[in-house]
Nanobody, 122 residues
Framework: DVQLVESGGGSVQAGGSLRLSCTASRYPTSSYCLGWFRQAPGKEREGVAAIDSDGSTRYGDSVKGRFTISKDNAKNTLYLQIGNLNLEDTAMYYC?????????????????WGQGTQVTVS
């Protein structure tokens, strides 16, 4: 099975930056999507960024220009560089993986999820 482990969260002041990492035991298939999602208390899960096996990326409107998703295939690791943080970025951040190229920012299309890493902006 695919196992995902996030790291890199923490507490940061507004305007600061963090890099989140997600290490996978393996990628689901030769064609796949990897995504970052976040959920703040009392709010629905939000798609932040996604990248597929071809390298195509998608971003949620609230993070465009501030967040960058990337992956290192040799390390089976997904990254999310988050910058110019504001209070609204406070949330639990999850990485997810799916078969195929269509998942994008649709959380329902993802079949494998990590446990999450907390980002708190003050």
């Amino acid at each position: 099975d695919v196992q995902l482990v996030e790291s890199g969260g923490g507490s940061v002041q507004a305007g600061g930056s963090l890099r989140l990492s997600c290490t996978a035991s393996r990628y689901p298939t030769s064609s796949y999507c990897l995504g970052w999602f976040r959920q703040a208390p009392g709010k629905e899960r939000e798609g932040v960024a996604a990248i597929d096996s071809d390298g195509s990326t998608r971003y949620g409107d609230s993070v465009k220009g501030r967040f960058t998703i990337s992956k290192d295939n040799a390390k089976n690791t997904l990254y999310l560089q988050i910058g110019n943080l504001n209070l609204e970025d406070t949330a639990m951040y999850y990485c997810a993986a799916s078969n195929g190229l269509e998942a994008g920012l649709n959380s329902n299309a993802y079949t494998h999820w990590g446990q999450g890493t907390q980002v708190t902006v003050s």
